[in-house]
């Protein structure tokens, strides 16, 4: 099976209704283990106390603010260069799903910067890219709805999406390439030293496999959806003609 | 059945019922908006086959 098949919208709604309630249903188990893991059986840190449960929701989000706009950033290209629909849809479908993401690592790192950092907010690199990132959601999502045609709002949402690029890329590595501001590194890394002791760290890829899994979930539901929805405005736009 | 959180259960459960609540809002949407075009597709797709015999 080619990676193209999904390009054919007849082909992507019979493959996607047979994986869309696997995937969702693991999606779910993995969210439902790690989170209560993470929440009821993992101990206080030493210095953070019960605010690094926190990290079961919030390392997750950040990730997959990031890796969806990633996706976008694919898909899109898909449309410049192919010409697809499914693809340019699949991004659409993705926005609101990657701005849920981010507002979701915003929030949560607030209320978990204010009583380590004693503060709800820093103009930090990281936190920084993270809010125009969202900000960029925003714009990807009004740009859709305000352009009336299909190709024209693909054409302009998939031109903003390489622009935002920047941005996501930069929420990831700000870190490294400002080494100042409040927050820490990165909570995942091969050296031992750097990474998230253990018993934090498998509950933490629990749910970051369950955020993934649901992001893929929603984004294939939310395709499906986009797909009627333009059927539905090609018919409509056929019976007012005849 | 709840752990001890001490001094900062508060915004651990805020954390928690802010980010489950505007993930469930997100599936709920979804899931609504889903329906409904389904439903809308259907019904425009069996009137134009009786339109065309």
Excluded at chain 1, 23 to 28: M, R, T
Excluded at chain 1, 200 to 216: E, K, Q, R, S, T
Aim: proline share 3%; hydrophobic share 55%.
């Amino acid at each position: 099976m080619s990676f193209w098949e999904f390009a054919n919208p007849k082909r992507f709604m019979q493959l996607s209704s047979r994986l869309l309630p696997w995937v969702a249903g693991v999606s779910l188990a993995c969210l439902l283990v790690g989170l209560i893991w993470g929440f009821f059986f993992t101990p206080e840190d030493y210095r953070q106390g019960s605010t690094v449960k926190i990290i079961y929701l919030h390392v997750p989000a950040a990730l997959m603010a990031i890796n969806a706009w990633l996706m976008m950033l694919v898909a899109s290209l898909v449309w410049i260069i192919r010409r697809h629909h499914v693809s340019a849809l699949a991004a659409r479908a993705a926005a609101p799903v990657g701005l849920t993401f981010t507002v979701i690592a915003l929030i949560t790192g607030a209320i978990w910067g204010q009583p380590m950092w004693g503060t709800w907010w820093a103009w930090d690199p990281r936190l920084t890219s993270f809010l125009i990132l969202a900000l960029f959601y925003m714009g990807y999502i009004a740009m859709w709805e305000a352009v009336e045609n299909g190709d024209t709002a693909a054409d302009l949402t998939s031109v903003l999406c390489l622009v935002g690029s920047v941005f996501a890329i930069l929420s990831r590595y700000a870190v490294l390439f400002w080494n100042q501001g409040l927050h820490q590194g990165a909570s995942l890394s091969l050296d031992k030293e750097e990474n998230v002791a253990d018993v934090f760290y498998l509950p933490l890829l629990v749910c970051i496999a369950g955020f993934i899994l649901m992001f893929l979930a929603l984004v294939l539901l939310r395709t499906r959806t986009e797909i009627r929805a333009r059927r539905l405005k090609a018919l409509l736009n056929r019976e007012r003609m005849a | 059945m709840m752990p001890d959180l001490g001094k900062y259960a508060a915004e651990v459960v805020s954390a928690y019922a802010v980010s489950l609540g505007l993930l469930i809002g997100l599936v709920a949407l979804s899931l609504r908006r889903s329906a409904r075009l389904r439903d809308a597709l259907r019904q425009v797709e069996d009137r134009q086959r009786k339109t065309n015999g």
